[in-house]
């Protein structure tokens, strides 16, 4: 079955160190989303990218740093920057035709800083 | 800039009762709007959506909403409520492709207990 794969399913860092969430999807769907969920403050959007080689900066992308080398993959460093790292990560894709318009999302990633 | 409101971050209800989850929206073009259901530690699973076809739209597990134009409103109702249905729900809008980039804004949610 087609679908979003986050990995791994919970992360642990140490202060100072980058992390990096990985997300990949077979749907080949062409965007692409990484949010952030807080308790009580529902899901941020983070960084997206619509097409490889391109991404763009979300409503908090201080901290983070992303790529799209291939369709499929479009993994999210957690890094140094990032002061309160500790978060649950989702990641989405977006499918679009001229009829069809939905959103897919991985299982997540749990993000503690030890 | 779009923007979700869910009015109630807790509701509780009596097992067979009523559910209703309200969420407003403001968008400056006609939107998508989602309700999401998420248990604890998992990803976001679909209930419904509306994307400008019938404005009653039915969901999974008995869920349905309405689209109201003129109350920018899309809240969320089940008729008798179930065991199974304690989780949070998430509101969703979007206002599709093109230069908003499918960008998915989310409302802060709110947590549905079902009690015995």
């Known amino acids: 079955d087609g679908g979003i794969t986050q990995s791994p399913k919970y992360l642990f860092r140490k202060e100072g160190q980058n992390v990096t969430l990985s997300c990949e999807q077979n749907l080949n769907h062409d965007a692409m989303y990484w949010y952030r969920q807080d308790p009580g403050q529902g899901l941020r959007l983070i960084y997206y990218?619509?097409?490889?080689?391109?991404?763009q900066k979300g409503d908090i992308a201080e901290g983070y740093s992303v790529s799209r080398e291939k369709k499929e993959s479009f993994p999210l460093t957690v890094t140094s920057a990032q002061k309160n790292p500790t978060a649950f990560y989702l990641c989405a894709s977006l499918f679009m035709d001229g009829v069809n318009y939905g959103y897919t999302f991985g299982s997540g990633t749990r993000l503690t800083v030890v | 800039a779009q923007s979700v409101t869910q009015l109630g971050s807790h509701v509780s209800v009596s097992e067979g009762a009523l559910v209703l989850l309200r969420c407003n929206y403001s968008?400056?073009?006609?939107?998508?709007l989602f309700w999401y259901v998420q248990y604890p530690n998992q990803g976001l699973q679909l209930l419904l959506k509306y994307t400008s076809a019938a404005t009653l739209v039915k969901g999974i597990n008995g869920f349905e909403a309405e689209f109201k134009k003129s109350e920018t409103s899309f809240h969320l109702t089940k008729p008798s409520a179930h065991m199974s249905d304690a989780a949070e729900y998430f509101c969703?809008?979007?206002?599709?492709?093109?230069?908003?980039?499918?960008?998915?804004?989310f409302g802060q949610g709110t947590i549905l207990t079902v009690h015995p």
């Open positions: 969703a809008v979007s206002k599709g492709g093109g230069t908003s980039y499918g960008k998915l804004t």
């Open positions: 968008s400056s073009v006609p939107p998508y």
């Open positions: 990218s619509q097409i490889v080689n391109d991404f």
